[in-house]
């Protein structure tokens, strides 16, 4: 029972360098969304897409870009990569609007 | 603005103590509030949430929390602490609109 599964785990880049992180879920949820997670800063929601064939805004959108596959798949894209993106990336997903959310084991992203 | 304040970053408490760790929040209507997990190197996982109704809600692992609207306040507590338990604990609020905020989180340790 997989649940939601984040490629890559561990990630180096230099600055500029494009990147794309893969999440999928297996729980046939409709809601995926990308958060970052800062020390002292709790996570912050990057995007979100509520249902296949839509994605929004979250928080701290700017640099990423997001793309919903198909309802399984919510991929999020770095064009150009820089040090302030270091983090811890998870993805998540839900039922819907206002139900639990369910996370990856999370990607760890350093951009030197 | 809706926000979380978990105040205490870090709580140390030895083995078959209880715990109270503490989560206000700002938000206009009724929250759906929730309480995760977090141990080094995983994703989330989901202890309890509150939707409406009963203000102590039971959740995985022995704990369980209580709403009180009056002090905006939704604590989680154990009876028991076991050495398992230590880990970093994320209050949230969702809300609406898919949009959880999280707390910056307070780290448990536990003593032998």
């Known amino acids: 029972n997989a649940g939601v599964t984040q490629t890559p785990k561990f990630q180096v880049l230099k600055t500029g360098q494009s990147m794309t992180l893969q999440c999928a879920q297996d729980m046939n949820h409709n809601s995926m969304y990308w958060y970052r997670q800062d020390p002292g800063m709790g996570l912050r929601l990057i995007y979100y897409?509520?249902?296949?064939?839509?994605?929004d805004k979250g928080e701290v959108p700017n640099g990423y870009n997001v793309s919903r596959l198909n309802k399984r798949e919510f991929s999020l894209r770095l064009e150009s990569a820089a040090p302030s993106q270091t983090s811890v990336y998870f993805c998540?997903?839900?039922?819907?609007?206002?139900?639990?959310?369910?996370f990856g084991d999370g990607t760890r992203l350093s951009i030197l | 603005a809706q926000s979380v304040t978990q105040p205490d970053i870090h709580i140390t408490v030895s083995e078959g103590a209880s715990l109270e760790l503490r989560c206000n929040y700002s938000?206009?209507?009724?929250?759906?509030l929730f309480w995760y997990v977090q141990s080094p190197g995983q994703g989330l996982q989901l202890l309890l949430k509150y939707f409406s109704g009963d203000t102590l809600v039971q959740g995985i692992k022995g704990f369980e929390a209580e709403f009180k609207r009056s002090q905006s306040s939704f604590n989680l507590r154990k009876p028991s602490v076991h050495w398992s338990d230590a880990a970093e604990y994320f209050c949230a609020v969702d809300s609406g609109t898919y949009k959880y905020i999280f707390g910056t989180g307070t780290r448990l340790k536990v003593l032998a």
């Open positions: 897409s509520a249902s296949e064939g839509t994605t």
């Open positions: 998540a997903s839900s039922v819907s609007e206002n139900q639990p959310q369910h």
């Open positions: 938000y206009g209507a009724t929250p759906y």
